[in-house]
């Protein structure tokens, strides 16, 4: 079966955040993240099975999804869960508040490793917490944990460290000698690690995807790793996503954090949650081929038609981060914008003005090969 990346769907007349945002305006949205593509077609299917029984009651995760979830671990990453350690949530967003908020006391911190996805820093602050952010350290072009900072900074009163693995905006994916360095340092610590791993099916490089909670029982009984479909299988929209907690009394503090403030889970969620890690893998392994065509174009046309623009290294996601610091300018996004690209400005991310501007290049060949001619023709006409 071949899958359509290709074929533009007209979403600016529809509900989608991504591109409302222009909406009027001849601006290409590369900015949220999410992709331009249709679900699977296994995904379609299960949710129109799901819409004609008719009847929306409160649901649940029944035993086949559940064991849809265990089963993609062992094969995906030959990591065995057991299904207790499972917590559904509506959005990763919400565990990462939950976990922010569910160790340690008001006043307490979490540390994390910037630039970074934002809730990585609104979260704890949401929860009353100190947010202590260490930079990355960027040797050339790649970027790795800082040990020497991280020591310097993490304080008797810091209860959690989040992860985000693989790593938005800089696309990395740590390497095993990486996240077990970060496990002793956890455990030296005693820090709660929260591994957000909502990209860890959409690795583009040929190396694979570890979770931290699968290094070790040592490792497994401080992690809470946060997983969903939604950013493969591009079904954000769907509001499915869930926590695996192995130990008992962890997940028993999460669980608690929870009541009364998380809603119950939307049952076209769940209904797509299991197509797509049942049945969507011929779809992923089309979408990665899509993605990596993209990030080989944009590779290629950055390095010849955009001076001053440097694609730093991406070995997972649809989320490119462009060096810009050499175009001194003030605000690059603002910039672009003005001439028809909707890019996210890296300060969002805790990048220093000027410096960043994050690509998302989930989309058909076609805007994307639209987008760069419009940012070539804004820095020829500089
Ligand atoms: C690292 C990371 N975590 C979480 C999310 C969003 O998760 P959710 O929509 O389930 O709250 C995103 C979305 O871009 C993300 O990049």
Not at 45 to 59: C, K, N, P, S, T
Request: aromatic share 10%; with cysteine.
């Amino acid at each position: 079966m071949t899958f359509d990346f290709d074929t533009a769907i007209d979403r600016a007349s529809s509900d989608s955040r991504k591109w409302r945002k222009y909406a009027g305006k001849d601006i290409l949205p590369l900015w949220i993240a999410d992709m331009d593509f249709a679900a699977s077609p296994a995904i379609i299917a299960a949710l129109h099975r799901r819409v004609d029984q008719g009847v929306f009651g409160y649901g649940m995760p029944l035993p086949p999804l559940t064991r849809a979830v265990v089963d993609y671990c062992a094969t995906h990453y030959q990591w065995q869960i057991d299904p207790a350690w499972l917590v559904w949530l509506p959005g990763l967003v919400t565990g990462l508040n939950l976990a922010a908020g569910a160790f340690g006391e008001k006043g307490d911190a979490v540390l994390t490793c910037t630039p970074v996805y934002p809730p990585f820093t609104s979260a704890p602050r949401n929860m009353g917490r100190e947010v202590i952010k260490v930079p990355l350290a960027r040797h050339g072009a790649r970027y790795e944990f800082d040990w020497a900072a991280l020591a310097r900074a993490v304080t008797p009163r810091t209860r959690v460290f989040f992860l985000c693995n693989p790593h938005n905006p800089v696309g990395r994916v740590f390497d095993r000698a990486e996240l077990e360095q970060l496990a002793a340092f956890c455990e030296e610590h005693n820090l709660i690690l929260v591994s957000d791993d909502i990209h860890c099916d959409l690795i583009l490089d040929d190396v694979p995807h570890i979770p931290v909670a699968g290094l070790s029982p040592a490792a497994a009984a401080r992690t809470i790793t946060l997983m969903a479909p939604s950013k493969t299988y591009n079904i954000p929209g769907l509001a499915c996503s869930f926590a695996i907690i192995a130990d008992t009394k962890v997940r028993a503090t999460f669980v608690r954090a929870m009541a009364g403030i998380v809603p119950e889970m939307n049952v076209l969620g769940l209904a797509a949650c299991e197509a797509a890690l049942r049945e969507s893998e011929p779809w992923r392994q089309a979408l990665l081929a899509h993605l990596r065509g993209n990030l080989d174009l944009l590779a290629h046309f950055t390095a010849q038609h955009l001076p001053g623009v440097t694609l730093l290294p991406c070995a997972a996601t649809y989320l490119a981060w462009l060096d810009v610091s050499a175009l001194r300018l003030e605000q690059p996004a603002e910039f672009f914008e003005q001439h028809g690209v909707g890019l996210s400005d890296g300060v969002q991310y805790g990048a220093a003005p000027g410096q960043f501007v994050r690509l998302n290049f989930g989309c058909t060949r076609a805007t994307l090969t639209e987008a760069l001619t419009r940012m070539q023709r804004a820095l020829a006409a500089r």
